[in-house]
């Protein structure tokens, strides 16, 4: 009989090794999955100064933090309240196994664990945390597995990446900005104690909703580091324990510039992929505090705006639809550092600067008058201010008549070419266009990077349509001394250290310098003495154009220093007039031009003058200055450019 109970016995065992080598071969294949697992890792869109702008969040909101720059105080607190012998066991700890054992064979149940961080690893990252005896043999294989072909760092910074803190917050560094707002090297020892206590029970130690809770396990923490290892000192362990830090749950997102977000998106999903899961850090060129200096002025100009409506008694419905938008540039790199595409995110995301159509009023006739220019005109040139009416065939090869007319309905006569564009004249612009031909606009137009131009005479007085970042290309042909450039946020993108993309700034060379700077000198005394007198800034020298549209549907103004040219739109979303009376961009618009300038001169240096290039010349004419060149030539020295005399 004890022969027979030998061989079964015998048979058994031989059953169950070869059981257990077939189960053990077959689970340790999926090390390979382990080591090739992907988080799910939330992607960072940084300013130009390294401040966040948000964070791209799937699913699983996840910071990823190699494991040099996590604080090595975070690791012995971890390891002391969750596996003081992480750095001697293979990768499961025999003793407290068998522990465990014994109390679950009382139990008849699985009522204790005894899992190392290393099988804590395993289960979260191809396991369930199911309590079975073939889940808990899987996990223990596995542990051991891992261990071969991990080293314990490696483990380490899988394990505090990987692990789920509560709060929708995934790795230590997320829970360290989830709760505290800080990033790791911030932490003191007891907010560290905090998060490695939230591992047993996220939810139930949540600082934010169980604090006493929260720090009671922390205290037991820093007590088992200090009394039970002896890796802390008195005076740390002292401070440690009275410390009552406060915890303020954190948003997933922290999106601060919504709409700089949405334009990344919207901008890098097509060619880098889904940024939710990515783990990119992205590079923007915008700043975040001039971002938040344009948002201040953009509302500030709504608000006035409002408040005119409401006298006016305005319906309810109707004041919804006024919108606006801003954008901020430096004009010699293209990069964009402010752009707010709308007075409210929450209550519209569309982006009027980017994909609001309007159009542009006065804000294009700079471009027609450095035509002008180009073709020969100076700033000195006469134009007719006077009314004309002019024949024309429409599309259905009907003869029309056109009789344009002057914002403010009068006529001045002779003007001079600069006089005409500081006063806005409508009638002289159209004389201008009338006396060199306006076929030879449109030409230089397309040129100048002018797309879907109407070959008539009423696009020098506005009626063309754009989006606001197309038309700050535009200006920078102006403000960049003849030189375009193309508009851009994103400047780089990373994942991990490696580089996968980067912006440089595009750049074409379309006008003489010396050519621009006649325009951008008559743009000055927009803001001196014209209509946009209103944006004066003390100490600082911006060249501008204000932009109104017909029945004041649209109010713009188009504004530069030597390194920061901005943009400032108003109108209703539904293309409707503004008021019911005429409004204008020198009162609505240009306002918030001094506002942004104010401030921004308060935060940021910029040059505040104007350079003056070779062969610009200043001649003393009909009792004031104007400047001349060797294109743009002084009337009465048309043929004897060689007269210094004439030069003051």
């Given at each position: ?6 061989i ?32 799910e ?6 300013d130009r ?15 990823y ?14 390891l ?13 700890n ?48 596995l ?42 090297d ?5 907010e ?19 604090y ?18 002896g ?18 749950r ?13 334009y ?11 940024l ?15 971002q ?31 919108n606006?938008a801003?954008l901020?540039?430096?004009q ?33 006739k ?7 220019l ?24 009907n003869?029309q ?60 007085l ?31 993108v ?21 050519q ?39 109010v ?13 739109w ?8 503004i ?57 009465i ?12």
């Open positions: 009989m004890i022969k027979k109970l030998g079964v016995f015998f048979i058994l065992t031989v059953v169950t090794v070869i059981g257990l080598a077939f189960f053990y071969q077959s689970v340790v294949e999926e090390v390979d999955d382990i080591l090739h697992h992907r988080m890792v939330s992607s960072v869109i940084l100064n390294d401040k966040k702008v948000a964070n791209i969040v799937g699913k699983e909101f996840r910071l933090v190699d494991f040099e720059d996590i604080p090595p105080r975070i690791i012995e607190a971890l002391a309240i969750e596996d003081t012998t992480y750095f001697e066991h293979p990768g499961i025999i003793e407290a196994i068998f522990r465990a054992a014994v109390k679950d064979i009382i139990a008849m149940e699985m009522v204790e664990g005894a899992s190392t961080i290393t099988q804590q690893f395993v289960r979260n990252t191809v396991l369930t945390k199911k309590k079975t005896i073939y889940r808990k043999l899987k996990e223990v294989f542990s051991l597995e891992v261990e071969k072909v991990m080293t314990k760092e490696e483990i380490l910074e899988r394990y505090l990446n990987k692990i789920y803190f509560g709060g929708g917050f995934y790795g230590v560094r997320t829970a360290a900005w989830g709760y505290f707002q800080k990033e790791l911030a932490l003191t020892l007891k560290m104690a905090i998060l490695v206590g939230l591992i047993k029970a996220p939810s139930f130690y949540d600082p934010t909703k169980n006493d809770y929260s720090i009671g396990r922390a205290n037991r923490v820093v007590e088992r580091m200090y009394s039970g290892l890796w802390i000192g008195k005076e740390e362990y002292e401070k440690a324990l009275a410390e009552r830090p406060p915890a303020k954190g948003t997933k997102t922290e999106n601060v510039a919504p709409y700089i977000r949405d990344v998106v919207r901008t890098l999903t097509p060619t880098i992929g889904d939710r899961v990515g783990g990119y850090i992205i590079k923007t060129t915008v700043d975040l505090d001039i938040n200096i344009a948002r201040q002025s953009l509302q500030s100009g709504y608000k006035t705006i409002m408040n005119k409506m409401q006298k006016q008694k305005f319906p309810e419905e109707r004041v919804k639809k006024l606006g801003i901020s540039l430096n010699q790199s293209g990069e964009v550092l402010a752009m707010v595409g709308g007075v409210s995110y929450k209550d519209s995301p569309f982006n009027r600067a980017t994909h609001g159509k309007r159009q542009i009023g006065s804000s294009i700079p471009f027609f008058y450095q035509v002008g180009n073709l020969g005109y100076s700033g000195a040139s006469i134009l007719n201010d006077v009314q004309k009416t002019y024949d024309y065939i429409d599309g259905d090869g003869e008549k056109w009789k344009p007319q002057n914002y403010s309905k009068n006529v001045t006569g002779r003007i001079t070419l600069r006089d005409a564009l500081v006063r806005s004249r409508n009638l002289a612009t159209i004389d201008l266009v009338d006396q060199l031909g306006a076929n030879n606009f449109y030409k230089e137009l397309i040129r100048f990077g002018f797309t879907d131009l109407p070959k008539n005479m009423s696009t020098a506005g009626s063309y349509t754009t989006s606001m970042f197309n038309l700050a290309r535009q200006y920078t042909l102006i403000s960049n001394y003849g030189t375009i450039v193309e508009p851009f946020i994103i400047k780089a990373y994942d991990g250290n490696r580089k996968v993309f980067e912006n440089e700034t595009f750049q074409k060379r379309l006008n003489e310098e010396r621009a700077y006649l325009i951008i000198d008559i743009m000055k005394d927009v803001v001196k003495r014209g209509s946009g007198r209103r944006a004066r800034v003390k100490g600082i020298e911006l060249a501008g154009k204000t932009g109104t549209t017909d029945d004041g549907k649209d713009w103004f188009n504004v530069f220093a030597p390194q920061v040219q901005t943009h400032i108003y109108g209703n979303d539904d293309n409707t007039p008021l019911d009376k005429k409004v204008s961009a020198a009162i609505y618009a240009a306002p918030i031009a001094k506002e942004f300038f104010t401030k921004l001169a308060d935060i940021r240096h910029f040059e505040k003058e104007f350079p003056v290039p070779k062969g610009v010349h200043r001649y003393r004419f009909n009792d004031s200055w104007e400047n001349f060149t060797d294109i743009s030539k002084p009337p020295l048309k043929n004897r450019v060689d007269d210094e005399s004439l030069i003051f």
